[in-house]
């Protein structure tokens, strides 16, 4: 079985640019912009200081108003959910 790969350490940027280091060793650059939409994001698109305030729990980026991402899309580098298509006004779109 493979172990589950998890955010290590982040640090964040400018620009919602993060370092994200994995527990495979794997180091990435992203950027979070495209993440950061919805309502639980609005304070962080709006606040940069409390972008900056992000920790590493349980294996993934959070912030202190509850927010935070998936860390297999943060891997992966994932489409944000907002972003896919929603099956029910696309019964034929799958993930490939």
Excluded: K
Aim: proline content about 10%.
């Amino acid at each position: 079985m493979t172990a589950l790969v998890r955010v290590l350490r982040a640090e964040p940027h400018e620009n919602f640019v993060v370092d994200l280091h994995f527990t495979d060793g794997t180091c990435r650059e992203i950027n979070l912009e495209p993440y950061l939409h919805g309502p639980i994001f609005e304070e962080i698109r709006n606040e940069p200081a409390l972008f900056r305030e992000m920790r590493v729990e349980d294996g993934t980026i959070t912030w202190p108003n509850g927010a935070d991402i998936d860390p297999d899309v943060l891997y992966y580098g994932l489409p944000p959910a907002w972003a896919m298509p929603d099956e029910a006004s696309d019964p034929d779109w799958q993930l490939l």
